[in-house]
């Protein structure tokens, strides 16, 4: 059974300060990794995919992963209070496109 | 604009009546999925489509069917709905990896 495992948080930090998120996977085969934010009530909503090992940046968001310890993070820099929400992470294994999701990782930004 | 829809939205019935769920994406995307979603559970895979007529089960098919008869549209069925089958429905498709949502359905059977 692959699983991916994240804190369940609540994460609490201040505005302005930098969110770390963690997720760990199972499946050694896996190849695609992704985070996605969920606002309750909401559907999930992609904000960064990894695909090699190392950091990807997209504004505010890094995305970092390393294989060989089957470990993916995000950071947030500069938390806002709108990026208070439930982060999932994703893992598909092969050309099936079949994500395994993280039961997430509640975040909360404090003005 | 690029996106996947479903409907209803929100649903209430009652043990037994058959119901569908519609999806439907304009992105011309090949994969297609659909999730169930429970408070301490997180998202879990029922069915998926990998392309026209080519379905098969997720994690948690059991009391659910599909079909996919045409590229954009992938309706969820539940001939006989239980109460244990009160959740968030979430569509999705994917063209390569990189999987979408629809809004959702939140459903309950009574």
């Known amino acids: 059974q692959k699983e991916v495992e994240q804190n369940s948080g609540p994460l609490s930090v201040p505005e302005g300060a930098i969110a770390s998120l963690n997720c760990t996977y199972s499946?050694?085969?896996?190849?695609?990794f992704f985070w996605y934010r969920q606002y309750s009530g909401k559907s999930p909503e992609l904000i960064m995919s990894?695909?090699?090992?190392g950091d990807k940046e997209d504004g505010r968001f890094t995305a970092q992963l390393n294989k060989a310890s089957q470990y993916v993070s995000l950071l947030i820099r500069d938390s806002q209070p709108s990026d208070s929400a439930t982060y999932l992470c994703?893992?598909?294994?092969?050309?099936?496109?079949?994500?395994?999701f993280g039961k997430g990782t509640l975040l909360t930004v404090n003005p | 604009e690029a996106q996947v829809t479903q409907n209803p939205r929100y649903l209430i019935t009652v043990t037994g009546k058959k119901l569908t769920v519609t999806c439907s994406q304009n992105?011309?995307?090949?994969?297609m999925s659909w999730y169930r979603q429970d408070p301490g559970l997180g998202l879990r895979q029922i069915y998926y489509?990998?392309?026209?007529?080519?379905?098969d089960k997720g994690d948690v098919p059991e009391g659910y069917k599909v079909s996919r008869k045409e590229k954009r549209n992938f309706p969820l069925i539940l001939e006989s709905p239980s109460p244990n089958q009160t959740s968030l429905y979430f569509c999705?498709?994917?063209?390569?990896?990189?999987?979408?949502f629809g809004p959702g359905t939140r459903l309950t059977v009574t």
């Open positions: 999705a498709s994917s063209g390569r990896g990189e999987q979408y």
């Open positions: 990894i695909y090699s090992n």
């Open positions: 489509s990998m392309n026209v007529e080519v379905t």
């Open positions: 994703a893992v598909s294994g092969g050309s099936n496109y079949k994500l395994t």
């Open positions: 992105m011309n995307h090949e994969y």
């Open positions: 499946d050694r085969g896996s190849q695609s």
